[in-house]
């Protein structure tokens, strides 16, 4: 029987996902729609973010365990912080520019995977946004993101 491998496994490895965050973000310091947004991120923002989005992919627990994060910790980064439409289109349109100049796995199952995983991503952190509150239980486990469907329509606090 076919054992596919991990979405994380299939991309490379943890410095694949570091690189790929850290180029990225280099490219949003410098846009005019999200400069303003991450000029004041942490020192730290760019390999949490790499963490948890391997970890989602299956890769190691960076995130819950080096970076003690959660998915509720990650979720409370957004809230109030008024995200619009417009921002998240760039964000996701330099993050897959960025793939490619970095020559991230282009084959269609993975890049499907990944569009399918930063459209979610995206915009769950814009709904979140306009929250005041964080509407996630501390105990909610990470997410996971495979090569199949997303499984149902959006509920709130997913
Ligand atoms: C798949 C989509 C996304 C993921 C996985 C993600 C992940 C994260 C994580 C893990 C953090 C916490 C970083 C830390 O611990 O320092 C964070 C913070 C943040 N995110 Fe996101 N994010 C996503 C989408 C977005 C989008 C689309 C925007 C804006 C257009 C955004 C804006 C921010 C901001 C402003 C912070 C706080 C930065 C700081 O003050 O350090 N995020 N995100």
């Known amino acids: 029987m076919k054992t596919n491998p991990t979405l994380y496994q299939w991309a490379g490895d943890i410095q694949t996902f570091e690189i790929l965050f850290e180029s990225f973000y280099y490219q949003v310091l410098k846009d005019n729609l999200l400069g303003g947004v991450f000029k004041d991120m942490s020192s730290q923002h760019i390999k949490h973010v790499a963490h948890f989005v391997a970890q989602v992919f299956g890769g190691p627990s960076l995130y819950t365990s080096e970076d003690r994060g959660s998915h509720a910790i990650m979720i409370g980064h957004h809230i109030g912080k008024m995200l619009n439409e417009e921002q998240r289109q760039r964000w996701v349109q330099l993050l ?7 020559a ?11 569009v399918g995983y930063l459209e979610w991503g995206t915009r769950i952190a814009v709904i979140n946004s306009q929250l005041v509150n964080n509407p996630m239980a501390s105990e909610e486990p990470m997410p996971t993101w495979g090569w199949g469907e997303t499984g149902g329509p959006f509920v709130q606090g997913n």
């Open 96 to 102: 897959l520019l960025t793939a490619d100049e970095l």
């Open 104 to 114: 991230l796995k282009s084959d269609p199952e993975f890049r499907s995977a990944f």
